[in-house]
T-cell receptor, first 111, second 114 residues
Framework: QQPVQSPQAVILREGEDAVINCSSSKALYSVHWYRQKHGEAPVFLMILLKGGEQKGHEKISASFNEKKQQSSLYLTASQLSYSGTYFCGTESRAAGNKLTFGGGTRVLVKP | ETGVTQSPTHLIKTRGQQVTLRCSSQSGHNTVSWYQQALGQGPQFIFQYYREEENGRGNFPPRFSGLQFPNYSSELNVNALELDDSALYLC?????????????FGNGTRLTVT
């Protein structure tokens, strides 16, 4: 069962902030975040291990709430280069050695 | 550092045919995962190979099979192609361990089944 991402799409003006959420019905061991630009391969952004740890990549950060089985990705002061589709990938003991991806959140940053 | 490369980039096949897709892992990586990505959707896990052995499989029928070679390159084979098999097939390499390490994706093979 794949994680659920929300919102499905968001349009931002350059400099605005956005939050993307990822929820799972399974107990999670880790959460990965990837960004895929049109016609390109997904690119790794960050990994979060259980413990509510926050990580950062440029002005993109994320948190992981192990108890709620949720992760959030924060796009701060968005740049045009942040446009793309963001996927969370979850790792759980129940699912074994695989990363299960959500349906994605399309982000469009306009000038 | 050599990245993940996949071949071919595009492929058109007829229903019922067989296809083989290839992937060269990033140097230093010993694990390869294959994903199917339909248009507008997230990647769906097909299977994973670790040190030449299948190490996990998603909800795909047995006509999807794979191999990993001693140099950690990999193949995905699909028999008896169906129209629904049309998708982008992504290969991702990583370093196997107790926690899934970051996946490094290739640019994919776009398969069209007519």
């Amino acid at each position: 069962q794949q994680p659920v991402q929300s919102p499905q799409a968001v349009i931002l003006r350059e400099g605005e902030d956005a939050v993307i959420n990822c929820s799972s019905s399974k107990a999670l061991y880790s959460v990965h975040w990837y960004r895929q630009k049109h016609g390109e391969a997904p690119v790794f952004l960050m990994i979060l291990l259980k413990g509510g740890e926050q990580k950062g990549h440029e002005k993109i950060s994320a948190s992981f709430n192990e108890k709620k089985q949720q992760s959030s990705l924060y796009l701060t002061a968005s740049q045009l280069s942040y446009s793309g589709t963001y996927f969370c990938g979850t790792e759980s003991r129940a699912a074994g050695n695989k990363l299960t991806f959500g349906g994605g959140t399309r982000v469009l940053v306009k000038p | 550092e050599t990245g993940v490369t996949q071949s071919p980039t595009h492929l058109i096949k007829t229903r019922g045919q067989q296809v083989t897709l290839r992937c060269s892992s990033q140097s230093g990586h010993n694990t390869v995962s294959w994903y199917q990505q339909a248009l507008g959707q997230g990647p769906q896990f097909i299977f994973q190979y670790y040190r030449e052995e299948e190490n996990g499989r998603g909800n795909f029928p047995p006509r999807f099979s794979g191999l990993q070679f001693p140099n950690y390159s990999s193949e995905l084979n699909v028999n008896a192609l169906e129209l629904d098999d049309s998708a982008l097939y992504l290969c991702a390499s990583s370093f196997g361990g107790p926690v899934i390490s970051p996946l490094h994706f290739g640019n994919g093979t776009r398969l069209t089944v007519t």
